[in-house]
């Protein structure tokens, strides 16, 4: 669930305009290699499905932990893979700043965050399914280091930055993000758990969607080479 | 791989986690909203706190910008236009994946 909740103009100029050419590149190299590989359709159709319900449920403050809001970042790079998925967190991210929820300055690096969850949730499910892992603990367990990685890349984007207008020591910056992303690795284990349960249903009626079936020369993020 | 090493592994990271989860629960204020909490520690630091990690009386709420600045209708909309569309073009991928070939 990791988002950097911080308003416009919070990041030096330097750390914003660094963000958001990461960002913006990240979003071009995934651009590009759509154009030169080909996806499924369905696939493109399944994610903006996943948006649709990350989106929804990103604006919905559930009351554990103090109230935290749930991303399923890792439930969307598991369903559109390793190219959609980041485009997903883009969409969520846009949508989401443009009601007020994130700022557009920070855009680029709530994507970063965000599609380093997917990434990292995409690929650790794909090596555990190898590994013949079940569907449960393979996304869970996937999910839950896919999230774990975007709060660490937070915590690592707040403290290299530093934030305008806190007159924190560094040391005291790190210490007080260390506790944030240590919160977000507790909401990690919910999201991680309910993402474990959605994969094993959809393991169970629509294995190809979740790459548990056989899927010939495509695989599971439906590009094909 | 046996089930019960897939398991003990899931189990043991969400131990790990939790165990982070609720030092940083504690650290950074106790039981907070994420963006007050967020807000204030990385501007006053870390400070101790407590409270009920699930606050049932709550319920699940919108976020607050959204609900504060009047925006639910809205909200609702995005989430009905990327749905529908979803949902849309997926029925449509799934049934041109059916038909059979043009000769």
């Not at chain 1, 990103?58 to 554990?64: A, I, S």
Request: aromatic content about 8%; overall charge neutral.
């Amino acid at each position: 669930m990791a988002h950097i909740h911080l308003g416009d103009g919070s990041f030096p100029l330097w750390a914003l305009v660094l963000w958001t050419t990461l960002g913006g590149g990240l979003v071009a190299y995934v651009l590009y290699r759509l154009r030169t590989h080909s996806v499924e359709t369905r696939h493109v159709a399944l994610a903006g499905v996943a948006a649709a319900a990350s989106f929804a449920v990103f604006q919905l403050n559930l009351p554990v932990w103090g109230g935290v809001h749930l991303n399923l970042t890792g439930l969307v790079g598991i369903l559109a893979g390793p190219l959609l998925g980041p485009l997903v967190t883009v969409v969520v991210n846009v949508f989401s700043a443009t009601l007020g929820h994130g700022a557009v300055g920070l855009l680029g690096a709530n994507t970063l965050v965000n599609a380093t969850e997917a990434l990292v949730a995409f690929y650790a499910f794909r090596t555990l399914v190898r590994a013949n892992w079940s569907a449960f603990p393979a996304g869970a367990t996937a999910a839950t280091l896919g999230l774990a990685a975007g709060a660490f890349l937070m915590g690592g984007i707040v403290v290299a930055s530093g934030v305008n207008g806190s007159a924190l020591p560094r040391a005291d910056l790190a210490l007080a993000v260390s506790g944030m992303v240590a919160v977000n690795l507790g909401v990690a284990v919910l999201e991680g758990v309910l993402t474990g349960f959605v994969v094993q249903f959809l393991a169970t009626v629509r294995p190809d969607l979740v790459g548990t079936a056989d899927t010939d020369s495509t695989d599971a993020s439906g590009v094909a080479a | 791989m046996e089930a019960w090493r897939q398991y003990g592994v899931l189990a043991a990271v969400l131990a790990a986690c939790t165990a982070a989860g609720l030092w940083g629960f504690t650290t950074t204020g106790g039981s907070l909203p994420y963006a007050k909490r967020f807000a204030r520690a990385l501007q006053e630091g870390a400070r101790e706190g407590s409270g009920a990690l699930v606050d049932a009386g709550r319920g699940v709420v919108i976020a607050g910008p959204i609900r504060k600045q009047g925006l639910v209708g809205e909200y609702a909309a995005v989430v009905a236009v990327l749905l529908a569309v979803g949902v849309t073009t997926y029925a449509y991928a799934t049934r041109r994946a059916s038909d059979p070939p043009d000769r």
